[in-house]
């Protein structure tokens, strides 16, 4: 009987054992599967020796006839500093600047699918010089076409994309409210997301529709906020700059992920206050919020669980609406 039972007894082991190193073997595997994934779909790498500091006064600019790694995806720069295009310029001679955070300068796709190279194949008669940088913020614009007003006469147009967390990027972290809750919990969740890319992944699928990005920076926009208004100040100098130096000034207002949805748009929107205090300020402008919510799939034109970068349909879908805007 005591044979039997240490018979049983091993044989349950010996299973047991089998199984624990079964599903072992499948939460690494899942791990490595996960990681796969998000190197293809959410790469957030940037290859900081493109960087040129302070190029433009106090603000960092890219460096000249540069290649380098950015979100995954090969990343070259012109002879200005700017996104490669894939058309060669040619003898054009009027040069347009293109203006934006990351989200212009087209993190996460080709430099061939930005919405700058697609218009820069059209465009015969410009150059188009794309030197947004991913941190920029109205602040940043103003050092930028503060150079060139400085520094280059045949810039004959400039298009601003605004995002709206344009208003407070320059500012101190120390002066910005907190996102979230930053307790011991917000810590062991980013503690295991840079040790296993399973819970990560499962984490940015489950919260792939949330809307706390947009909550945060649209709180930025009230009518007396010190930021908002800092942020008007600078676009109406950027206006004021453009205009002294006889080149055309114009802002695309740009939507978040969230904003556009089966459930409608958010009513009071800060793209509307900001289209109104711009309006007020007669400085040219378009707000693309209920156009691209109108188009179809609207969620498809942003990069996997992504509240503000697009996609390469995104991409595509902006050169579009864009080029209207151009002529």
Same mark, same amino acid.
């Given at each position: 009987m005591l044979f039997v039972n240490l018979k049983f007894m091993? /044989?349950?082991?010996?299973?047991?054992?089998?199984?624990?190193?079964?599903?072992?073997?499948?939460? @690494? =595997? @899942? #791990?490595?599967?996960?990681?796969?994934?998000?190197?293809?779909?959410?790469?957030?790498?940037?290859?900081?020796?493109?960087?040129? &500091?302070?190029?433009?006064? &106090? +603000?960092?600019?890219?460096?000249? !006839?540069?290649?380098?790694? /950015?979100?995954?995806? *090969?990343?070259?720069?012109?002879?200005?500093?700017?996104? *490669?295009?894939?058309?060669?310029?040619?003898? *054009?001679?009027?040069? =347009?600047?293109? $203006?934006?955070?990351? /989200?212009?300068?087209g993190v996460g796709v080709s430099d061939c699918e930005t919405f700058s190279s697609i218009a820069s194949d059209v465009l015969s008669a410009y150059e188009v010089i794309n030197l947004s940088l991913i941190g920029y913020s109205t602040y940043d614009y103003v050092n930028v076409l503060r150079h060139f007003a400085a520094t280059d006469t045949s810039v004959a147009a400039v298009h601003l994309f605004y995002c709206l967390n344009d208003v407070y990027a320059g500012s101190p972290a120390g002066q910005l409210p907190r996102m979230g809750n930053r307790n011991s919990l917000a810590v062991w969740s980013e503690r295991l997301q840079r040790m296993m890319p399973l819970y990560k992944l499962l984490k940015l699928w489950y919260f792939r529709n949330a809307d706390n990005y947009y909550r945060y920076d649209a709180a930025f926009y009230q009518p007396e906020n010190t930021h908002f208004r800092l942020a008007l100040r600078h676009l109406a100098l950027c206006d004021s700059l453009?205009?002294?130096?006889?080149?055309?000034?114009?802002? +695309? @207002?740009?939507?978040?992920?969230?904003? $556009? #949805?089966?459930?409608?748009?958010?009513?009071?929107?800060?793209?509307? !206050?900001?289209?109104?205090?711009? *309006?007020? $300020?007669?400085?040219?402008?378009?707000? $693309?919020l209920y156009e691209l919510n109108n188009v179809e799939n609207p969620a498809a034109l942003y990069l996997f669980a992504d509240e503000i970068h697009f996609s390469s349909a995104g991409h595509r879908t902006l050169a579009g609406l864009w080029l209207r805007d151009v002529h």
């Open positions: 091993l /044989v349950r082991f010996e299973y047991s054992t089998l199984l624990t190193f079964a599903l072992l073997v499948i939460f @690494l =595997m @899942l #791990n490595l599967a996960s990681a796969y994934i998000l190197s293809v779909c959410y790469e957030r790498r940037f290859d900081k020796t493109l960087i040129q &500091e302070r190029k433009y006064f &106090e +603000t960092d600019g890219l460096k000249p !006839l540069t290649c380098g790694t /950015v979100w995954g995806k *090969r990343f070259c720069t012109d002879r200005h500093g700017g996104r *490669r295009p894939c058309a060669t310029p040619g003898a *054009r001679k009027k040069k =347009m600047l293109v $203006l934006g955070d990351s /989200v212009a300068q453009c205009r002294a130096a006889g080149a055309k000034f114009h802002i +695309t @207002l740009l939507p978040y992920r969230s904003q $556009l #949805n089966t459930s409608g748009i958010y009513a009071q929107s800060p793209q509307q !206050l900001l289209s109104d205090s711009l *309006r007020a $300020l007669q400085i040219p402008h378009r707000d $693309l």
